[in-house]
């Protein structure tokens, strides 16, 4: 039995510029954490011939050619694992809420199967190899934030070259910023969730015409990295993922709906410094950052939504139960 835990991610600034259609012409960079919300995998050897695979339903493949749930399948070929296995996914938060729970599922898949042979796979090779899987194999048209983000875990500012190369650079703030910015932050879930994949299809095709929005969008990534490194200026800090956040909507895409705008404007009018919606945009969670004593005012003024409450992860993917 083996079972891998996953962190998923929050994005703070740069979204967009890891996708192929901007990073090929120009370097992208994006600043991220994980948090501890996680996904999780479980692998067992199965008695019966066939490979069950538990997630939002049940199936039960009779060869590895016929298993429906592409991450499982091209995971299991990408590791060269191809026997009788029960695999489930079980995870914290909803699929389509902007924290990139399919990337995390595919790091946590490929850090299990790997321990299932006995193999140790480094942050970097699961992160590639996620990147191989979801947008090589499986042509997903979606960046490559989320892989990294996943399989290095904590607070990092990642860049993306032109020649597919990635460097993740873990960002030095001090403990007491970090804690900070966990009291400042809310999570509210807007009750929606989304197809990433086709906003982020939109976007990519309207790269061409939006670069200097997207370029300011990456070099902001720098900024509100220098902003915590510093001297932990939470609300400069905000006031930049504000910025980001109004140059991300201005991309349209359906990134964002009049719900959220309206949502994002009453927070910001009981006392929010600045946010954003997580991941592609369309639903999900929306970030705010705020003093701790606005946040009553803030919940009131959206209504009382359901919050998810979160601290950051230090660690990426990794395993946390072994037995063979």
């Known amino acids: 039995m083996i079972i891998s835990q996953t962190p998923f991610r929050v994005s703070f600034a740069g979204g967009g510029t890891d996708l192929p259609a ?14 501890d919300q996680h996904i999780y995998v479980t692998i067992h050897r199965r008695f019966e011939p066939t490979i069950r695979v538990s997630y939002s339903r049940t199936e039960t493949a009779q060869s590895l050619d016929q298993v429906q749930h592409e991450l499982v399948r091209e995971a299991m070929r990408m590791v060269e694992i191809d026997e009788p296995l029960e695999i489930t996914t079980i995870g914290d938060v909803p699929a389509g809420t902007g924290m990139g729970s399919s990337s995390s599922l595919t790091v946590c898949l490929l ?19 996620a990147c191989r899987i979801e947008l090589d194999m499986l042509k ?7 892989q990294y983000a996943a399989a290095y875990g904590g607070l990092n500012y ?10 993740v650079e873990p960002v030095p703030c001090r403990n007491e910023t970090l804690e900070e910015l966990e009291r400042h932050a809310i999570l509210a879930y807007t009750g929606q969730t989304r197809d990433a994949n086709a906003i982020l299809e939109k976007q990519s095709t309207a790269t061409g015409d939006r670069r200097a929005e997207l370029r300011a969008m990456r070099d902001l990534a720098g900024s ?21 956040w109004e140059l991300k909507r201005s991309l349209g895409c359906g990134i964002s709906s009049g719900q959220i705008d309206d949502w994002y404007a ?7 410094w600045g946010g954003k919606l997580l991941g592609a945009g369309g639903g999900g969670f929306l970030l705010l950052i705020a003093p701790p ?3 009553r005012a803030i919940r009131e003024a959206l209504g009382r939504p359901k919050e998810l409450p979160f601290k950051l992860a230090r660690h990426g993917g990794r395993n946390i139960f072994i037995q063979h």
């Open 158 to 167: 990642i860049r993306f070259h032109p020649d597919d190369s990635v460097d």
């Open 293 to 295: 004593w606005r946040h």
């Open 111 to 129: 850090c299990a199967l790997y321990a299932y042979k006995h193999q140790i796979a480094s942050p970097r090779r699961l992160a590639e190899e």
């Open 266 to 272: 009453a927070a910001r009018r009981a006392g929010a």
């Open 140 to 146: 997903k048209p979606i960046g490559r934030q989320d």
């Open 22 to 35: 901007f990073y090929r012409e120009e370097s992208g960079a994006v600043l991220s954490t994980t948090i």
């Open 224 to 244: 509100m990295r220098n902003a915590l490194v510093g001297s932990g200026d939470l609300e400069g800090f905000a006031g930049l993922l504000n910025e980001g």
